[in-house]
Each structure stands twice: as structure tokens, then as C-alpha cells.
């Protein structure tokens, strides 16, 4: 593996790909698959790898999802997309094709893994926005993914916005912050799909922030104009939450699926689904998300 790709040479590649008459789509944030500070049960430790319990419990939930594509949030070093493809072909499941997004963010990155050739897959890392008085770069990039399917090439758009931490007593969660990456890469999307309602591609990603913040508003609409819906999510048992925050014992809906109108009539349901096995809570504080298109032969 080098410059960010497992399988490939070139931080943008473009291959022939077999096109696909369904596609399942899974965005998950694996919860620091990276040497991080941590408590264990030894105490608390720096730069402590994620446990391996965490780890095969991890494994474990995405060979039970078997995406065809699987979009990642706070994966580690190009050696722990390495680690982690390696592990899951030993276990049965080959992701042959992988990048890794370098942004700003030096220790978590936003990763894909496929099982099908990608047309093309690069990182924009260089969005930039106002952030009061200044100019700040969208942390952790933006990952775009095109895919070959039976009705024509769909553009995958990966992110992982800022989290709520901030040393900023004026933007207490970072939520101004996170309003500012959104919408500069909104403004990058549209410039690609001016016309949303032509247009097939699909948003997915960590958040930060619940379906009513500003975040997740700017990638709905600019003014008038519609350029993405927000699909409903649930799990076996109803329920919508996405994350566990343990400090405070509370559970929300952080990680979204967002889909142009040009795309939605190939969402099966109309709607993603969130994993609950008795894996996920091992595995990390998120849950993933699934998203299934259906195209005609």
C-alpha cells in the first residue's frame, strides 16, 4: 500500500468496472482504529491500540454487513487499513480495492473498502471556509468514490465532520465549525452536480450532529434548491440512535445517508437501516448504517 490506496497505485485511479445491478453501502465509524489514549482495564494508557476484543468484535459486525462498499470514519495509518483488510481476508471477506483520505487530520482518516473495481476515488483536501475572522480547511477532507452500476456510474461522497470538542468558548460544540464544513463541501458537490435533480450521487458519513443542525440542513437544500434527501434509518427494533456517548449515557443520530433526487428512485425502501447484532456495542460507540440500491439489468 502507498499514497493512501490498498490494491492500487495512484491516489486516483481509473479502472473498468463491472457494473452492478444492486449495491449495499455501509458507512460506519469504527471508533479509533489507531493507537489513541484510552482506558483500559489496566488504566488509563496513551497511545493504547484499539483492543483486540474491540477489534474482532469490529470484524466480526462487517463480515455480517458484507457491504460491497464500506465507508469508514477514524481509521488510523495506511498499517491499520492494511491490518484491518489483511484480517478480514483471513476471515473470509476480501476487500480488494482501498484508499485512505489524507486531510489535516494526521491521526484519523475517512477510509473506503471495496469489493468491486472503483472507477475513480480521490481525496479533496483542500476546502476551505470562513470561520469568523479567519480561513480553516475541512479536517478530514472530502473522499469522492464512482462506481459502475447497471443504470450508469453513482458518485460516492465520504465525510467525517469536526467533532464536538473545541477549545473555542464562542462556538461551544464546534457547531459553527461544522456548519462551515458542510457547507464548503456542499458548495464542492454542487459545483459537480449543479442540477441535483439529474444528478445520482449519495452523501454518507459521520456527522457530528443531529438531523435538525445546521451540518445536516446545508446538505439538504441552498435556498430553494433541493439537492438531497435525508433517508429514514432504523434498526430491528425501531430505534434511530446512531451513537452512544458514554460521559453522559445519552444516544443519538449522528451518522447520515443523504441521497440527490436524481438518485432516490434506486433506494430500496426508501429508507437505510442501522446494524444492531450483539456485536456492535463491542466493536465501537457508533453504529453502521446500510443503504441498498437497486437498479434495473
Known amino acids: 500500500m502507498r499514497n493512501g490506496v490498498v490494491g492500487f497505485g495512484l491516489m486516483v485511479l481509473t479502472v473498468l468496472s463491472a ?33 483486540e476484543a474491540a477489534k474482532q468484535a469490529l470484524r466480526n459486525v462487517i463480515r455480517r454487513l458484507n457491504a460491497d462498499v464500506l465507508l469508514l470514519q477514524e481509521m488510523g495509518a495506511l498499517s491499520y487499513l492494511e491490518e484491518l483488510v489483511r484480517d478480514l481476508k483471513k476471515e473470509g471477506l476480501d476487500y480488494p480495492h482501498a484508499h485512505l483520505a489524507q486531510g489535516l487530520d494526521e491521526a484519523r482518516h475517512v477510509a473506503i473498502l471495496s469489493r468491486m473495481p472503483l472507477v475513480s476515488v480521490q481525496t479533496h483536501a483542500d476546502l476551505i471556509f470562513k470561520y469568523f475572522d479567519g480561513i480553516e480547511t475541512v479536517k478530514r ?51 459537480r452536480f449543479p442540477e441535483p435533480a439529474e444528478s445520482r450521487f449519495i452523501i ?36 434511530h440512535w446512531t451513537y452512544h ?52 439489468n
Open 245 to 296: 456517548y458514554g460521559r453522559t449515557d445519552t444516544y443519538s443520530r449522528v451518522d447520515h445517508v443523504l441521497v440527490s433526487p436524481g438518485l432516490f428512485h434506486a433506494i430500496k425502501d426508501g429508507s437505510a437501516r442501522i446494524e444492531d447484532d450483539e456485536d456492535v456495542r463491542k466493536a465501537s460507540d457508533h453504529r453502521p448504517v446500510t443503504v441498498t440500491l437497486q437498479f434495473s
Open 204 to 239: 454518507m458519513g459521520d456527522f457530528n450532529d443531529v438531523k435538525r443542525s445546521a451540518a445536516v440542513r446545508y446538505m439538504k437544500k441552498r435556498g430553494k434548491l433541493m439537492i438531497t434527501k435525508l433517508l429514514p434509518a432504523v434498526d430491528s427494533r425501531g430505534e
Open 19 to 51: 457494473t452492478a445491478s444492486e449495491l449495499t453501502i455501509t458507512t460506519y465509524n469504527i471508533e479509533n482504529y489507531v493507537a489513541a489514549n484510552r482506558v483500559t482495564a489496566d488504566g488509563y494508557r496513551k497511545a493504547y491500540p484499539k483492543p
Open 141 to 191: 477532507g472530502l473522499l469522492e468514490a464512482k462506481v459502475s452500476t447497471s443504470d450508469g456510474e453513482v458518485t460516492i461522497w465520504a465525510l467525517h465532520l469536526k467533532s464536538r470538542y473545541t477549545d473555542r468558548k464562542d462556538d461551544p460544540d464546534s457547531i459553527k465549525r461544522r456548519a462551515g464544513e458542510a457547507m464548503a463541501i456542499r458548495e464542492f458537490i454542487l459545483k
